[in-house]
């Protein structure tokens, strides 16, 4: 069982920045593939980017979001620039391991993720 704990949530101006960490306590973290969705109310859960073999943004973030991975500490980070109010939302890590297992697709569906962290809340004002 992979434990996944988000944090870096919180209100922000449009136009600000917010970093997400995603981090957990498995030490072959390196050898999953690490995604982050998000959730508004009343809406289905979206993709957002995910970092595995490849990297994938979803169209609505690319040249504002960013993935990445400290290794070292078994913590994934998304770096959300130029937030619009739309993004608010509660974003969600998850994870699947990389090897061994099914072929997970691109990565972009929920439905190909094993582990997910509790959510933390971003908030955009405009």
């Known amino acids: 069982q992979v434990h996944l704990v988000e944090s870096g949530g919180g209100l922000v101006q449009a136009g600000g920045s917010l970093r997400l960490s995603c981090a957990t306590s498995?030490?072959?973290?390196?050898?999953?593939?690490v995604g982050w969705f998000r959730q508004a109310p009343g809406k289905e859960r979206e993709f957002v980017t995910t970092?595995?073999?490849?990297?994938y943004y979803a169209d609505s973030v690319k040249g504002r979001f960013t993935i990445s991975r400290d290794n070292a500490k078994n913590t994934v980070y998304l770096q959300m620039n130029n937030l619009k109010p739309e993004n608010t939302a509660n974003y969600y890590c998850?994870?699947?391991?990389?090897?061994?297992?099914?072929?997970?697709?691109?990565?972009?569906?929920?439905?190909?993720?094993?582990?997910w962290g509790q959510g933390t809340q971003v908030t955009v004002s405009s």
């Open positions: 998850a994870a699947y391991p990389l090897y061994g297992g099914p072929n997970r697709g691109a990565g972009n569906s929920p439905e190909s993720y094993d582990y």
């Open positions: 970092n595995g073999l490849t990297t």
């Open positions: 498995e030490r072959t973290f390196s050898g999953y593939a």
